[in-house]
C-alpha cells in the first residue's frame, strides 16, 4: 500500500501562488498515477487534476486549468500542484490520492490511497 502526506496549504490572497506537495511511502516501487480533489464546506469533493506515472500525461479541471500546473519527481516521490492566480473560489481542503493500477502512463482513474488533506484559503 502506499501512504500519502500533503503539505503547502496556507492562508493567502486572491491572486497569490501557492505550491502543495503530496509526499507518498510505502510500496512507491509500484508505479502509480496520483490525482488532486478538492473540498469545501457544503459541497462534494472534486477532481483537480491529475499526472501520470511517467509525468506525459495530465489532466485538469476546466477551472484550474490556466492557473494550475501538476507535476512529479519519482526520484522523491513527490507530487506537485502548482496554484497561481488563486481565486477564493479555490479555497477548499486539498487531497492527493493514488492509483495503484494506472501502470506507467495512463492518468488515474480507480484511487485507493488517499492523504487526509491540506487546507488552502483565499482571502479577497
Known amino acids: 500500500q502506499v501512504q500519502l502526506i500533503e503539505s503547502g496549504g496556507g492562508l493567502v490572497q486572491a491572486g497569490d501562488s501557492l505550491r502543495l506537495s503530496c509526499k507518498a511511502s510505502?510500496?512507491?516501487?509500484?508505479?502509480?498515477?496520483v490525482g488532486w480533489f478538492r473540498q469545501s464546506p457544503g459541497k462534494g469533493r472534486e477532481f483537480v487534476a491529475g499526472?501520470?506515472?511517467?509525468?506525459?500525461?495530465?489532466k485538469y479541471a476546466p477551472a484550474v486549468e490556466d492557473r494550475f500546473a501538476i507535476s512529479r519527481d519519482n526520484s522523491e516521490n513527490t507530487v506537485s500542484l502548482q496554484m497561481n492566480s488563486l481565486k477564493t473560489a479555490d479555497t477548499a481542503v486539498y487531497y492527493c490520492?493514488?492509483?495503484?493500477?494506472?501502470?506507467?502512463?495512463?492518468?488515474?482513474?480507480?484511487?485507493?490511497?488517499w492523504g487526509k488533506g491540506t487546507q488552502v484559503t483565499v482571502s479577497s
Open positions: 510505502g510500496r512507491t516501487s509500484t508505479p502509480y498515477a
Open positions: 499526472i501520470s506515472w511517467n509525468g506525459g500525461n495530465s
Open positions: 490520492a493514488a492509483d495503484l493500477s494506472a501502470g506507467k502512463y495512463a492518468l488515474p482513474f480507480e484511487y485507493r490511497a
